[in-house]
């Protein structure tokens, strides 16, 4: 079919448009890429450590109690963060999508592994996934890694990402270590290799070893 001499003009703008619109993908995919997982937002790049101290206030930040939350877990029971009061509790936000988050997982798991026989340690992994990609979380875990096998540690869905906004998350991997009061003792933004973790756990697990 022979295109007229009135719709080729047309024809050239469809085509421009679409050319403008791949480069913008081009350009933009790198910068939503950093965006998800860019370090938490306000607290800067580094990592923050406590002195130790009373709690001043409730909020997530170093010092500050823990905000409080329910979730439910891939099999539907509820998960709070208050259940684990007495325990030092590793609060760590993921998603099946992030890279980040996947290189780090097993680190988790081992000193999870390490350290939950005491009964004073727990990890708790809080999946920002949306409920589409949350149906994949179970076989995510259970999949695991080849050098743990599957994860073990409690994980709790936050598909519509309310505790995510209330910790104020800007991207993942993103951590909380919580001593056994509720309060925060060290923020880490970003994904951590063994030593880091190791150096941000003792904030609640003083007597941890290398």
């Known amino acids: 079919m022979k295109v007229s001499e009135a719709a080729r003009p047309l024809a050239r703008v469809g085509r421009s448009r679409w050319i403008v619109g791949a480069l913008l993908l081009v350009v933009v995919a790198p910068v939503l890429w950093y965006v998800v997982t860019r370090p938490i937002g306000g607290q800067g790049a580094m990592a923050l450590q406590s002195q130790g101290g009373d709690a001043k206030g409730v909020g997530p930040r170093v010092d500050y109690e823990a905000p409080n939350f329910r979730l439910k877990d891939a099999s539907g029971q509820t998960v709070e963060l208050k259940q684990f009061r007495g325990k030092a509790v590793l609060l760590n936000f993921w998603a099946t999508w992030c890279i980040p988050c996947r290189d780090e997982m097993p680190e988790m798991e081992q000193l999870y592994r390490q350290l939950k026989d005491s ?92």
């Open 119 to 210: 009964g004073s340690f727990v990890v708790l992994a809080v999946s920002i996934d949306s409920e589409a990609a949350a149906r994949d979380v179970p076989e995510y875990l259970k999949a695991g890694d080849p050098k743990v096998g599957s994860y073990t540690f409690p994980v709790a869905l936050d598909s519509k990402q309310e505790v995510a906004r209330a910790y104020r998350l800007g991207g993942v991997p993103a951590s909380f270590f919580i001593d056994g009061k509720g309060i925060i003792r060290a923020v880490q933004p970003g994904a951590m290799n063994h030593q880091t973790l190791l150096e941000r756990a003792r904030s609640i697990v003083p007597s941890l070893s290398s």
